[in-house]
């Protein structure tokens, strides 16, 4: 778990806009794809990701419990 919040902290500290869309399955579990872009820019990165899940179903997908 200390990997998964590690991964979320640059964008933070870089002052640029991040999103993650989901984009699949390891092991069972949810995998998120990241998205960075430039300070200030957080309409291209919303564009890339709705782009990103309208191509792909995998915001449709559920993990098996």
Do not use: R
């Amino acid at each position: 778990m200390y990997l998964s919040d590690a991964y979320t902290i640059p964008a933070s500290l870089a002052g640029i806009p991040g999103l993650s869309v989901p984009c699949g399955f390891a092991e069972g579990m949810p995998v998120g794809l990241q998205i960075l872009g430039k300070h200030m820019d957080e309409e291209s990165i919303l564009e890339v990701g709705e782009a990103y899940e309208n191509a792909t179903n995998w915001k449709e997908q559920k993990p098996k419990i």
